[in-house]
């Protein structure tokens, strides 16, 4: 059984729990699953998306078929055969229109999640041009997930799947990235990476707010909330004149040769 070195990392699960997704017309992917992605191995790896309701889908890989019929909502869910690390290929989602998954290899998938010190990026750790130099590791990739509020669960995600090269590896995350390059080079598999990380953000917003709820400890934290959400119209009206001023006087630090004045902070709630 795999072991991880950090609370931060943790091993992608096979399956995944579709949330109340909405009626297609066409066959669609969510964008995790895209050119580039990888797959876990030696599980029953999960392949979702919607299309029409009564809809059968059929998901081909590494010369194996399987297929679903999509829901009344429009979700649809597959699980691939166990598949080897290593298994490199195409993969084609068929229902009333087809689509392609271009270079998909199958290895190990882990979660890159937390705060700042996860979302730091290559380009700003030790030695950049250095490290970035040596980043061509064609069966280590990334996908980034691009930041966005929610109060509820999400359907889909924006991101991509991005190969592991010397012009992409500035962008990556410094801790994921040196973390699956060292296991990467030792297990000698494709690693792929799914970095969800936000600087900044408390450590309540990572927890299901069910789960909050039912311990009195955390009644403070519901309540400032409520607050923050109360108070957010004027809160906002006092950032928007705040930052106005900001820029005024960034111009003018900039004319004077001095450094910038910190940016004033966005109010929660919004």
């Not at 119209?233 to 111009?251: F, G, I, M, T, V």
Request: proline content about 8%; aromatic content about 8%.
């Amino acid at each position: 059984m795999k072991t991880h070195p950090s609370r931060r990392f943790v091993p992608l699960l096979a399956s995944c729990f579709l949330l109340s997704p909405l009626a297609r017309a066409d066959v669609k992917l969510p964008a995790i699953i895209s050119d580039h992605m990888v797959l876990q191995q030696d599980v029953r790896a999960n392949v979702w998306g919607w299309a029409d309701p009564g809809e059968k889908v059929s998901v081909t890989f590494a010369g194996k078929s399987t297929s679903a019929k999509t829901a009344e909502d429009g979700a649809w869910s597959v699980k691939l055969p166990a598949l080897d690390a290593g298994t490199i290929g195409e993969m084609t989602i068929a229902g009333k229109n087809s689509l392609t998954v271009r270079n998909v290899v199958v290895g190990e998938v882990w979660v890159c999640s937390g705060q700042s010190n996860m979302e730091w990026i290559v380009a700003n750790s030790a030695n950049p041009a250095e490290e970035a130099r040596a980043a061509n590791y064609p069966l280590l990739r990334m996908f980034t997930v691009t930041k966005k509020a929610a109060s509820e669960p999400q359907q889909d995600c924006q991101g991509k799947w991005e190969v592991c090269t010397p012009e992409t590896v500035p962008r990556f995350s410094a801790v994921g990235y040196y973390f699956a390059r060292h296991v990467h080079e030792t297990i000698k598999q494709p690693i792929g990476m799914i970095h969800s990380s936000w600087g900044g953000t408390p450590a309540e917003f990572w927890v299901p707010t069910p789960i909050l709820a039912r311990d009195p400890d955390f009644k403070p934290i519901f309540k400032a909330w409520d607050e923050a959400l109360a108070n957010y119209p004027k809160a906002r009206d006092a950032y928007a004149a705040a930052l106005e001023k900001w820029r005024e006087a960034e111009k003018a630090a900039k004319a004077a040769g001095k450094p910038a004045p910190r940016a004033p902070r966005a109010p929660r709630g919004g």
